[in-house]
């Protein structure tokens, strides 16, 4: 591996701009996506959703199954997300035309002489697997849905979702950086861990999946991180509980449109019985008291207005997402990245831009692109 | 009349853009258009109104008489409806240039040598007819004020407004579309009164005055409504309640700008005497109601979102009017109509833009345009 | 001098566009402006500002010192002032590059081999100064830093600011009109003080300084106002109470961008023992009940839109602040100039434009712009 520090000249390619038909939207829509969180998503119910710049009907059928379709009818383009859900159909609430989960029309129930056989919208393969719907977007086939054996251990899952007024690659490359912890989160529960004790030293490198991160610490302990192209960040997380071990967690990046993206979040708790129990528990208080404060990007946006000061938040159980949601929102939705100044200490981003740059090169000029495997485990470390 | 089902092409004609120098908006400029309800302008109060991307100065003097006058002081550019009103005059808030109705300027207070005689602002032809105001917008004398017998009749007016954030033609399409009544307005308190008992069979003809357009129901019977050019529906709507008969429904699209425009309707009941007194309290019973509640736009923009379902609002008295608003802001604030697969049952929107088409390419052309004539009477039905 | 009445022909020289670049933007930056108010900026603590469309970070070290750096960290371009200061630095929140006052980097705490010294992110000169906090934002040294004896004498010192969403012309304009002040502030405390009885005769003249006013009123007697190039203006201001004389009022009309701008204020009253403790007393009741009630700006907009009459609002302590609101937002944020019609009681407002004009065209085609000296000592008058 060759890093040169300062290196981010992208040669002209945007790794930023993810709408239809932009060359990281097509690398992009190449990869399973997750799109919504399961429990959020009732059977019979339809709702709108934004992945990179397009619109789409998300529903789930009476079966149970999920579908995502076209976001508009065919017939006069009222947005299927308001009509009724039948069986595992979608009917327009406009004049009531009738689609299956593959997009076919099945019914015109005002016209005499039915043309539903011409009339087909937009259908994309997905999957409902631990707590989150994946869809893909991409052309022809989808590829072999891949699986996470990490997650899938005994223990507690949990999934959930955020926004982030931000390009997704800003998150991107937070993920990778381990440098920002004891600055970001100075001030935070990670300090109970150990994680923002001191400053680690930064390597990384390209493997057959993605990239591996190790931020080794003053007492030569490395935390391992991994990076799985083209969007997903799975590291070692630190327990709510110093009665929890810590967690496999998982998170992808996807794109809302260019100045906003959605982090899908598995979480594996290593814990069963009455201690799984216990940890639903504290899930649900947890829960309980953040609906109840102004949300994190509430938080976020306030602090970078100047009207409150982000460190004089009180402790709250998403300190340290509200602390990241101010660092990489306060880098600009895009940012302006000839401006920056990189140095050692930023190597796994400057490879991860190598990455992207190389395979988005090759994507573009028509040459082979790296296919990413990966090893039938992976293991990140807390490095503590 | 020669009607193809799907043939929705324009010919570069646009129908959508209404703002000064548009050929649509020079089209409805030149008939009388309603801009306000006259029970809302109070005496000695002026008010700022956007019609069709242009903004004016509304004002009703002392004599009780309204005016339609520039939105601002030839002066220095101040907003005139910011100002006072002096018997049947408007006065600038920033020096005290005086306008009659005529916008003729008639003080200039800090000018030793006066230059009123030099000052005229535009001003436009007023009425004010059945509780709402009218005013011409066009180029010349104002065409005579139609009237319309239908609402003369003995019984109670209700006169009102809402806005809607969709171009007008969305609305407009919207109401001469009897085939939309089964599904949008599925769960309505139309079940009462039969109107969205089954699908109707659509059939529609060019008139001296605009469409009649028919839905014929299963059992023969049809629901005659009426389209007057330009922008005018008239309908047999039903009673609020089971106490009242069938009422005349006058509603007016008229373009706020491009991306939303206002209804205006006005309602005869056939009613008087103490059914009068029940109704106007009933009608007051609703308003006070609905102003409780969120509003109807509010409940639509949230369940285009994806945040409530439109199937689970509560019965409420405006919920007809919230369901016309999802299925029409659904549709997008300005649709792309190519992207339409029209059938049989749309054959009166096909008329209604081929009349439009034709009318517009008559303007753009400098060819003589249909002069549309209503008869003495005309006679709207139920169909049930 | 020379003026004509109705000219304002800018000669294609924009006075209204103030970012980097444009040539009102660098007359204006050729100049000390007012940033903040010393006493809302707390010891340790950043705010983020904007002047003339730029953003920078506005920090208060801990030897009580004021600093204005770079919005952002040359690093990774995350917005400084969420960061901490430490002593009389800015650490960034991301990585934590430390900064010191005049910009220069002197940590990089996760780089072993540090380069600090080719970091170093723009700072600007600043002084502090009878409660409020001025900065150079021009190139080259700054010039000396303008002192104004009126506010030098004995008395209280009251500094304030307030947002208005205009451009700064409209409020410059605003100031040296005194045409206005009947007809704006008819229904105010002037009235109390005999400010707006009658409409005074305008003339003016060019002085070293800027421009003198006179407001001649029937019985004789002129208000003398001044302006200070290129946005100050000096007059005498009424006193809230009967109880206090008429004070020195000074107000910089600086560009936020340019749809919006603050005017930074001082005030000296002539009082001092109880009687500075009763105006103490009195300002701190004036600024509880203004905190409770809806901001003046809210009022104005609100005013603007129709929702309520200008003429309705309550007496409140600032509602003179709220008619100069109506008055120049009403003239929309960028009005367009070549539609007005000027008059003889424009001819204060027709000498700032020609001098502008004049100022900005040497600026422009490299020749010697005036040097603009004040006398020690500027007397306003009330004229009553």
């Excluded at 810590?246 to 794109?255: D, G, M, T, Y």
Aim: contains cysteine.
């Amino acid at each position: 591996m060759s890093v040169q520090a300062g290196d981010n000249n992208s040669g002209g390619i945007d790794f930023i701009r993810t709408g239809p038909g932009t060359l990281a939207g097509r690398y992009l829509r190449m990869f399973w996506q997750p799109v919504y969180v399961s429990s959020e998503l009732k059977t019979g119910y339809a709702v709108p959703i934004r992945v990179m710049g397009e619109d789409f009907t998300l529903y789930r059928g009476e079966s149970g199954a999920a579908y995502v379709v076209d976001f508009r009818c065919a017939h006069r383009g009222t947005q299927l997300s308001v009509g009724w859900v039948e069986q595992d159909c979608i009917r327009c609430f406009y004049h009531g035309w009738k689609y299956d989960g593959t997009g076919q029309c099945i019914e015109q129930p005002a016209e005499s002489e039915s043309f539903v056989k011409k009339i087909k919208i937009r259908s994309c393969p997905m999957q409902e697997y631990l707590g989150l719907i994946f869809a893909y977007f991409g052309e022809g086939d989808a590829p072999e849905f891949p699986r996470y054996p990490e997650l899938e251990e005994e223990g507690e899952i949990d999934a959930g979702t955020y926004i982030r007024y931000c390009n997704y690659f800003n998150t991107l490359e937070n993920g990778i950086d381990q440098a920002h912890v004891p600055f970001t989160h100075a001030k935070s529960n990670f300090t109970k861990f150990g994680l923002n004790w001191d400053i680690p030293k930064i390597s990384a490198e390209e493997t057959d999946y993605g990239i591996a991160m190790y931020g080794t610490r003053k007492n030569g302990i490395a935390r391992v991180n991994h990076y799985l192209m083209p969007n997903i960040l799975y590291i070692k997380g630190s327990p709510e509980s110093s009665q929890e071990g810590w967690r496999e967690a998982f998170a992808w990046r996807v794109p809302v449109d260019d100045l906003s993206h959605r982090s899908f979040n598995i979480v594996l708790a290593h814990v069963s019985g009455e201690a799984a129990e216990r940890l639903r528990e504290r899930q649900r208080q947890r829960d309980e008291m953040i609906a109840k404060l102004p949300s994190a990007n509430e938080m976020a946006v306030r602090a970078l207005a100047g009207q409150i000061s982000v460190h004089d938040i009180r402790e709250r159980p998403d300190l340290v997402n509200i602390q990241d949601h101010v660092a990489q929102q306060g880098q600009g939705a895009i940012p302006d990245r000839r401006a920056e100044r990189l140095g050692r200490s930023d190597v796994a981003i400057i490879l991860l831009r190598q990455i992207w740059l190389r395979e988005l090169s090759a994507l573009a000029e028509g040459r082979t692109m790296k296919q990413w495997r990966r090893p039938n485990k992976l293991v990140a470390t807390s490095g503590v």
